[in-house]
């Protein structure tokens, strides 16, 4: 791959994660603040309160990806971590699953010995207050 290809590549990734990161935050925002109208009753207070908490977190979703996308500051960061991200050598799915299947097993085994271990004392603390 060239080097243009893949600074395209590059950026077309970076502005995906930055749109799904602006999504989010829409999101977030929409829910507070749909709790918040819930919390104060602002829906009778405001008319049509949901409509502008909809079009306030479309607008701030939308401002979040410019802000983020213009300033330069930003999206060096955020191309940083990109090409931090692209020389990670990530482990393959034999790896992967003898891990998972590993800390089961681990998770299994401590979770049994403190089962074991309530129950020996709560015997324990019957006998003594019975």
């Known amino acids: 791959m060239s080097t243009a290809q893949g600074?395209?590549?590059?950026?077309?990734?970076?502005?995906?994660?930055?749109?799904?990161?602006?999504?989010?935050v829409?999101?977030?925002?929409?829910t507070f603040f749909g709790q918040l109208g819930e919390w104060f009753e602002l829906e009778s207070k405001i008319s049509h309160y949901t409509f502008v908490v909809q079009g306030v977190a479309v607008v701030v979703g939308v401002g979040t990806f410019v802000f983020i996308s213009k300033y330069r500051q930003t999206a060096d960061y955020i191309q940083e971590v990109f090409g931090e991200l692209s020389k990670v050598v990530w482990p393959d799915k034999n790896s992967n699953v003898r891990h998972t299947i590993g800390i089961i097993i681990?998770?299994?085994?401590?979770?049994f010995l403190l089962g074991l271990f309530d129950f020996g004392v709560s015997r324990l603390l019957n006998l003594i207050y019975s």
Do not use: C, D, H, P
Not at 106 to 111: A, D, M, R, S, T
């Open 7 to 24: 600074s395209t590549e590059q950026r077309k990734w970076m502005n995906t994660a930055i749109a799904l990161l602006s999504m989010i």
């Open 26 to 30: 829409g999101y977030v925002f929409m």
């Open 106 to 111: 681990g998770v299994g085994i401590v979770g």
